[in-house]
């Protein structure tokens, strides 16, 4: 699975960098910047980042495998 985020809707509140920090922060500027790809342990993360999201911008797609 891989993580997408809706730039169009993301408003970069950064509750996503609180829930996975390890896929998720904001630059210097305060823009979201994200790894796509994530690890199955980090799985439980993403989708608490996923649910945290005050705009629902946050989105699991299959890879393909």
Same mark, same amino acid.
């Given at each position: 699975?891989?993580?997408?985020?809706? @730039?169009?809707?993301?408003?970069?509140?950064?509750?996503?960098? *609180?829930?996975?920090?390890?896929? +998720? @922060?904001?630059?210097?500027?305060?823009?979201?910047?994200?790894?796509?790809? +994530?690890?199955?342990?980090?799985?439980?993360?993403?989708?608490?980042?996923?649910?945290?999201?005050?705009?629902?911008? *946050? +989105?699991?797609?299959?890879?393909?495998?």
């Amino acid at each position: 699975m891989k993580v997408n985020v809706d @730039r169009t809707l993301c408003e970069n509140h950064g509750q996503c960098t *609180i829930a996975a920090p390890d896929v +998720f @922060r904001l630059d210097d500027d305060g823009v979201l910047q994200y790894t796509e790809e +994530f690890s199955e342990d980090q799985l439980d993360e993403v989708e608490e980042a996923i649910d945290v999201c005050p705009v629902q911008a *946050i +989105f699991l797609e299959s890879d393909g495998d």
